[in-house]
């Protein structure tokens, strides 16, 4: 899997995110862009509350995590994933407390070779 996105998210995607998906990092690569340099700043004490708020709610199930991504659905159409890709159903409809342990995918799947 490779994952695009700013640098400065790359952290979170590979503390937070691969390990609440059960994805290991030997399957994946960040690919890292750049902020702009304007909103480097701000975007970085952004990206730190965020970090810590996923560490809290990695399946965001509660709080500001859930609130956001209930305003990037407009249209209240729900979760498209979870319907097109019945696999990862179970996964995208954990809220915890603890660490999704069904099944998935990528289960036994072995490293790349180096």
């Known amino acids: 899997m490779t994952e695009v996105g700013y640098r400065l998210k790359e952290r979170r995607f590979a503390d937070l995110h691969r390990g609440a998906a059960r994805f290991r990092a030997g399957r994946s690569r960040y690919i890292g862009t750049e902020v702009l340099e304007a909103v480097a700043h701000s975007t970085a004490d952004g990206e730190a509350a965020t970090h ?17 991504r209930r305003r990037r ?28 342990e069904g099944p998935l995918p990528w289960d036994g799947w072995a490293d790349p070779p180096v």
């Open 73 to 100: 659905d407009p249209f209240a159409s729900g979760g498209h994933y979870a319907r097109s890709c019945p696999e990862l159903h179970a996964l995208l409809e954990h809220c915890g407390p603890g660490r999704f």
């Open 52 to 68: 810590r708020a996923w560490a809290r709610d990695p399946y965001v199930c509660a709080g500001e995590l859930a609130r956001k």
